[in-house]
């Protein structure tokens, strides 16, 4: 079932969420919202959703880069489901990337993420889960887990004049991004 998405503005988008009881992973109705999650996060080509825009204050997101439309030079992200997740900060080096988010639609923003993170979270079967995430993939985990303490990426953005309606910054960002990337092809 597709799961209506929360914008900003909706309180649920700025609510710090609560963890998720171990004892309800694997009941019917959680297994469920989790699936609900991944089709709405489909539905919508998102490479993440967090339980806040589904109006759910629980911690909870789901993730998945696959030839994405929207990030197609992107490594891929195998589907994920993040149960009460612990992020750490393995590097402190911070690099700026252009971000989108369904609660905040049609926009765009160039915001600093840390390089490398070390992730702690229950799967999908309350499975232990420890790995570390580099690069594109610690991104996604970053402005989801955000999502999770009632923060969007907006929030940290060094740079809030980076700030650009999705057609606009396809029409005069993307352009230099893809020159830029040919000229470091050819380097
Ligand atoms: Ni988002």
């Known amino acids: 079932m597709i799961l209506k998405v929360a914008r900003l ?10 963890p998720v009881a171990v004892d309800q992973i694997k009941t019917h109705d959680f297994q469920k919202l989790l699936d ?3 089709e709405t996060m489909h539905e ?4 993440g959703l967090a339980a806040p825009q589904v109006h759910l204050s629980i911690q ?4 998945e880069v696959e030839h994405h439309p929207r990030y ?11 149960i009460n997740p612990i992020v750490t900060v393995l590097e402190t ?7 989108g988010c369904l609660s905040i639609p049609e926009m765009r923003g160039s915001v600093p993420r840390f390089k490398k993170v070390h992730v702690k979270a ?6 232990a889960l420890d790995f570390i995430a580099e690069d594109f993939h610690a991104r996604v985990i970053q402005h989801e887990t955000d999502h999770l303490k009632g923060e969007v990426y907006l929030d940290r953005m060094r740079d809030m004049r980076t700030l650009a309606h999705l057609p606009e910054w396809q029409r005069y960002v993307l352009p230099e ?9 050819k380097n």
Do not use: C, F
Not at 93 to 99: F, G, H
């Open 177 to 185: 991004l893809h020159r830029k990337d040919e000229k470091d092809e």
């Open 60 to 63: 909870v997101a789901v993730l």
């Open 36 to 38: 609900d999650m991944v």
């Open 122 to 127: 229950l799967g999908r079967n309350g499975e």
């Open 93 to 99: 080096e911070k690099i700026d990337e252009w971000e």
């Open 72 to 82: 197609t030079d992107m490594p891929s992200v195998p589907l994920t489901y993040l």
């Open 44 to 47: 919508y080509i998102g490479v």
């Open 9 to 18: 503005g909706h309180p649920a988008i700025r609510t710090p969420t609560q």
